[in-house]
């Protein structure tokens, strides 16, 4: 059974680059399709971005000026970095694992496996 | 504001069945599959339904999902007090080239 583990600073300052790591145990983090969500207090789920089994990158387009997302298989890592965050910026960030793929067309997209999150404070 | 829109609660006694929808647009829910997740808050999110209706193993048969055009239902049966959580719908967006989800259903058991 995969787990997946968000590890990173509580509490980031305004202007600043917040960064999360993502480590994976108990299963491949190679060919598989990884996403960081978040959770605004209070709000809904939020996508922000993602790593295809491809070796592709795609983000949300509110959030791509400031998004980086990069994989590191030697280490089972996946990370998250954001940059001049804001107050609006402050959530439980998850990293999951998923599966993609297009049927006629269609496209297939879940995800199975999730970390318990990371709360992460934009606060002075 | 969520791209995909579902009740903000529903709530039934125990044994008794509820069902939460989620409405779209031909962008999103019309044209891709839809997932669903149960969420209890602080804990990891979890995956009931994938593919419109197919349940992952150790998902029981109470828990169904269904799809017609740009909506999709999740339904719960036998409610039992564990399953007061929080329920979100997922799916892709062509327009947007993102996963969008609605905004989270909690669910209570009276």
């Known amino acids: 059974q995969v787990q997946v583990l968000e590890s990173g600073p509580g509490l980031v300052k305004p202007s600043e680059t917040l960064s999360l790591t993502c480590t994976v145990s108990g299963g491949s983090i190679s060919g598989y399709y990884w996403s960081w969500i978040r959770q605004p207090p209070g709000k809904g789920l939020e996508w922000i971005g993602d790593?295809?089994?491809?070796?592709?990158?795609n983000y949300n387009a509110s959030l791509k000026s400031r998004v980086t997302i990069l994989i590191d298989t030697s280490k089972s890592q996946f990370s998250l970095m954001l940059s001049s965050v804001t107050a609006a910026d402050t959530a439980v960030y998850y990293c999951?694992?998923?599966?993609?793929?297009?049927?006629?067309?269609?496209?297939?997209?879940?995800?199975?496996?999730w970390g318990q999150g990371t709360l992460v404070t934009v606060s002075s | 504001q969520s791209v995909l829109t579902q009740p903000p609660s529903v709530s039934a006694a125990p044994g008794q069945t509820v069902t939460i929808s989620c409405s779209g647009s031909?962008?999103?829910?019309?044209?891709?599959?839809v997932s669903w997740y149960q969420h209890l808050p602080g804990t990891a999110p979890k995956l009931l339904i994938y593919d419109n209706n197919r349940r992952p193993s150790g998902i029981p048969d109470r828990f169904s999902g269904s799809k017609s055009g740009t909506s999709a239902t999740l339904g719960i049966t036998g409610l039992q007090t564990g399953d007061e959580a929080d329920y979100y719908c997922?799916?892709?967006?062509?327009?947007?080239?993102?996963?969008?989800f609605g905004g989270g259903t909690k669910l209570t058991v009276l």
């Open positions: 790593f295809s089994n491809s070796g592709s990158t």
């Open positions: 999951a694992r998923g599966y993609t793929g297009v049927v006629d067309a269609t496209r297939r997209l879940w995800f199975d496996s």
């Open positions: 031909s962008s999103n829910i019309g044209n891709n599959f």
């Open positions: 997922g799916t892709w967006d062509n327009s947007l080239s993102a996963v969008v």
